[in-house]
């Protein structure tokens, strides 16, 4: 018996089910998700991940069919590192924390404009509170001993205003005008 079409008829498969994928899907994959972060000072276009990190995409879009977010705030920022938001005034104690999924295993990194999840040190603590990187942020990622920070999508348009929230003025860590989230909504 000839193995060999076999074999070229399992690779092909493979390949066309995506079987074969390493990375990250592109920007234009059928399988992202895009976001809108709609702030008092504009709108942060986001791409989710759900193929590489479906835990942690599917928390966050429940919070955005939720609408959980509505009336949130971007409330920490460090420059060349993080903005971090979410709403405080509905977390709650007692919210349900997500299993980690940790950007050395699912492959996406804390890179410039990756949005991923808040936590304790505890490593699977996240809830709802989410940060968005300003500049590549590697020692976010983790290793096989570090756990790292869940990171599910990236940036596509308005870099520029994460730059603007992360050098606001602040006292320490925290910004003296935290910025408003309007809403945070899913887009065709």
């Keep these: ?14 390949t066309l ?14 399988a992202d998700v895009n976001i809108a972060i709609v702030t008092n000072l504009g709108t942060i276009d986001v791409v989710l991940d759900p193929v590489h990190a479906p835990i942690t995409t599917k928390n966050f879009l429940h919070l955005i069919d939720e ?13 060349s590192f993080v903005i971090q938001g979410g709403n405080k005034t ?6 349900p924390a997500i299993p980690l999924e940790t950007p050395f295993k699912t492959g996406v990194k804390n890179t410039d404009g990756a949005i991923s999840m808040a936590r ?11 940060f968005i990187c300003d ?15 869940a990171a599910f ?4 348009k308005n870099m520029e205003l994460v ?26």
Excluded at 4 to 12: W, Y
Excluded at 17 to 30: M, S, V, W, Y
Excluded at 67 to 79: C, E, I, M, S, W
């Design 120 to 130: 304790t040190q505890e490593p699977n603590s996240a809830t709802s509170e989410f």
């Design 135 to 149: 500049g590549d942020q590697a020692r976010l990622d983790g290793s096989d001993t570090q756990p790292g920070y």
């Design 67 to 79: 609408k959980f977010f509505d009336g949130g705030t971007f409330f920490r920022a460090v420059p």
């Design 17 to 30: 089910t995506g079987g074969l994928a390493t990375g990250p899907l592109p920007a234009n994959a059928a």
């Design 153 to 156: 999508g990236h940036v596509t």
């Design 90 to 95: 509905r977390e709650k104690d007692n919210d």
């Design 1 to 14: 018996m000839n193995r060999l079409p076999i074999l070229a008829i399992l690779i092909a498969a493979l």
């Design 163 to 188: 730059r603007q929230i992360a050098r606001m003025p602040g006292a320490g860590q925290m910004l003296n005008v935290p910025v408003k989230i309007l809403r945070i909504r899913r887009l065709p």
